[in-house]
């Protein structure tokens, strides 16, 4: 099973970019597709980017096409979101998560493992 950890998270202006990174460990992680979603206070958890197994084929939110890119290095063991332009709606805590297929998903029942998240507020 693999345990998934995010970090890089913060405080930023409006206009400002973060990268996260969520790094996994304790499974092989290029056996897993890997997704971030993000939950704003009062809010469901809503999808923000998924990636497949090998990084070849990624999917976004509509909400954040053009200015968020999702990647991946298995070398690493790790999944990054950069994030730029970001907007005081952005704000949320972001969770990555992984599911065991090479495919990616855009929904969130279908990962069966999760880190802790790591809130990004953007300020105006």
């Known amino acids: 099973q693999v345990q998934l950890a995010e970090s890089g998270g913060g405080l930023v202006q409006a206009g400002g970019s973060l990268r996260l990174s969520c790094a996994g460990s304790g499974g092989t992680f290029s056996y897993y597709a890997m997704g971030w979603f993000r939950q704003a206070p009062g809010k469901e958890r809503e999808f923000v980017a998924a990636?497949?197994?090998?990084?070849?084929?990624?999917y976004y939110a509509d909400s954040v096409k053009g200015r968020f890119t999702i990647s991946r290095d298995n070398a690493k063991n790790t999944v990054y979101l950069q994030m730029n332009s970001l907007k005081p709606e952005d704000t949320a805590v972001y969770y990555c998560?992984?599911?065991?297929?090479?495919?990616?998903?855009?929904?969130?029942?279908?990962?069966?493992?999760w880190g802790q998240g790591t809130q990004v507020t953007v300020s105006s």
């Open positions: 998560a992984a599911r065991s297929t090479v495919v990616a998903s855009r929904q969130a029942n279908e990962y069966g493992y």
């Open positions: 990636i497949s197994y090998s990084g070849a084929i990624t």
